[in-house]
């Protein structure tokens, strides 16, 4: 299995007596976002802003799981089509580790979607998702009709 870290950012993880290190991988992905208000406080600007899809997020790939940030995470909806559940091959950084000046220095795993993580094994060659039914050529039962 490999990650692929979608962050702009060297992620460390740090379990026990275990470092691993995931390297970005150059692409980023991110959320939508648009400033839909603009106001004061006191003199300092203040943004209301308005989240919209997740971009720059790859297909499925056999045994791959994606690392966003918490935001992107949060912005992937939990269902993509009716008999397809949400992506469960992306996670984002779990609770920081932090060194004595307080300063974030790794996490010590990764957070999922509720219901965890799952790496694709079998996708179909439709709607690139794990295959629910044995299809035929590459294919998932709802994607030949079944």
């Known amino acids: 299995m490999k990650f692929v870290n979608l962050t702009p950012h060297q992620i460390t993880v740090i379990a026990g007596a275990i470092t691993h290190v995931i390297n970005p991988d150059g692409r ?18 203040v943004r209301s802003i308005e989240t919209g899809q997740v971009e720059g997020l790859p297909a499925p790939e056999n045994d791959t799981v994606y690392i966003v940030s918490g935001m992107v995470l949060a912005a992937i909806p939990l269902t993509i089509r009716p008999h397809i559940a949400g992506r469960r091959d992306v996670v984002a950084p779990g609770e920081l580790v932090r ?28 709607c690139g998702q794990e295959r629910h039914v044995s299809g035929d050529a590459g294919y998932c039962g709802p994607c030949l009709g079944e």
């Open 28 to 45: 980023v992905a991110r959320v939508k976002t648009s400033v839909i208000e603009e106001q004061s406080l006191n003199g300092l600007p």
């Open 99 to 126: 060194d004595d000046a307080g300063r974030p220095i790794g996490c010590k795993g990764f957070t999922s979607k509720p219901g965890g993580v799952r790496v694709p094994e079998d996708l179909c060659k439709s």
